[in-house]
């Protein structure tokens, strides 16, 4: 059942012109951004003395890259849960012979099989620098890696605000809101004192920043599965309320 409901999603995204208009913006920016790196690169190479073309043209393009999909899944993710309620069937889905877990499940991969194709477009651009250099194969192996976790994470978040209203764009603002905060709280956490640490570990940058840099530190694939799990079963929890008051 999850994964018929994931199917339906899936189709339902790609009928809508939406997706289609904020990949073709998210992948243009993404080439760009590479263009413009690899030209600093190869007439700037004193600057970056020390530092390879993993380190700065394939790390900084993921980065970009995460920046962007964080931006725009938001906009993905917001009818998942709120059309449903705006429209009424969501109770049809209720009395349907199927678990909440299973609709929060087969939702969350619908929106993550969309971000996928992303990812994959995101990959095949990367790779294209094989043809006139060697990257570092486990580096940007542990940067795609990084970049997929945090889009599990940004898509169980934007399912989550999604069940919180019957309004789309108040989801997508929430979504933003908790994306804003989580990406930014590492800077609040330099002037944290004692509390810092909870801070860094709280935030996303130091995370993602750790796997685009190679390092593959459990610690860090442990955080985006607490959050995306944790997402997830508050979504359900809110999902399950709603059935309780109908």
């Known amino acids: 059942m999850p994964i018929a409901i994931a199917l339906h999603e899936f189709r339902r995204f790609i009928r809508s012109p939406l997706p289609w208009f904020l990949f ?10 590479l263009f413009q790196m ?9 600057v970056w003395q020390g530092f390879g073309i993993t380190e700065t043209v394939v790390a900084g393009t993921l980065r970009m890259a995460g920046m962007l999909l964080v931006l725009v899944t938001p906009f ?4 998942l849960c709120s059309d449903e309620q705006r429209h009424g069937t969501l109770s049809l889905l209720f009395t349907a012979p199927v678990r909440i877990s299973q609709v929060v499940i087969g939702k969350f991969l619908g929106i993550l099989l969309l971000l996928l194709c992303s990812l994959a477009l995101t990959a095949l651009l990367v790779v294209s620098l094989w043809f006139g250099t060697a990257p570092d194969a486990g580096q940007v192996g542990a940067g795609l890696l990084g970049l997929f976790l945090l889009l599990c994470a940004v898509a169980a978040i934007g399912l989550f605000c999604s069940t919180l209203t019957r309004q789309p764009a108040q989801a997508a603002a929430g979504a933003f809101a908790a994306l804003f905060l989580l990406w930014i ?16 570990w709280l935030a996303i940058m130091p995370h993602f920043g750790n796997l685009l840099s190679g390092m593959l530190d459990t610690a860090d694939i442990a955080y985006f599965l607490i959050l995306t799990g944790g997402s997830l079963v508050l979504a359900g929890w809110r999902l399950d309320t709603l059935r309780e008051y109908r």
Request: net charge negative; hydrophobic share 60%; aromatic share 10%.
């Open 24 to 33: 073709a913006l998210v992948h243009f920016l993404e080439a760009m951004i």
């Open 38 to 46: 690899l030209s600093a690169y190869l007439e700037q190479q004193a």
């Open 76 to 79: 993905l993710t917001m009818r």
């Open 185 to 200: 709280l590492n800077l609040a956490g330099a002037n944290a004192g004692p509390l810092a640490g909870i801070f860094f």
